[in-house]
């Protein structure tokens, strides 16, 4: 299903422009609102307001190059994470099935146990049952 282009005008640095794209419109102003904080943030630099402008257009792409290389980085560090993360849960949950395992078979021994103890409880009973007897 192909989606359709949308167009929505957006104020970038005090100009109003059309924008074009297959995302929504929401997310083209989003886009022209980072751009606007980047401009502003520059600009508060007197050093940067000082350029030509052919500069500050540089300053502006290195610092929006900036951001996009850090979010990178740390999108990147963010999946080894949730893949050091998976790696444990799997141990984990490797762990948790062999103690179940180990549960169970002491369980069923357990049990094994306590029905010897009881047939010897019983056999306890009878011997002494008939020694009573035999000493009559």
Request: glycine fraction near 4%; aromatic fraction near 6%; charged fraction near 35%.
């Amino acid at each position: 299903m192909a989606s359709s282009k949308n167009f929505t005008e957006v104020l970038i640095g005090g100009k109003v422009f059309t924008l074009s794209g297959f995302e929504s419109e929401d997310y083209l102003q989003k886009v022209s609102t980072y751009l606007n904080h980047k401009i502003d943030e520059c600009s508060s630099s007197e050093g940067y307001r000082k350029q030509s402008a052919e500069t500050r257009s540089v300053l502006l792409a290195l610092n929006i190059a900036d951001d996009y290389f850090k979010a990178k980085k740390q999108g990147s560090s963010l999946e080894t994470d949730i893949e050091e993360k998976d790696k444990d849960m799997y141990e984990l949950k490797h762990e948790l099935i062999s103690v179940q395992i180990k549960l169970e078979n002491a369980e069923k021994a357990m049990d094994k146990l306590k029905e010897e103890n009881k047939e010897l409880q019983m056999k306890i009973v009878q011997l002494e049952t008939e020694k009573k007897n035999k000493q009559k």
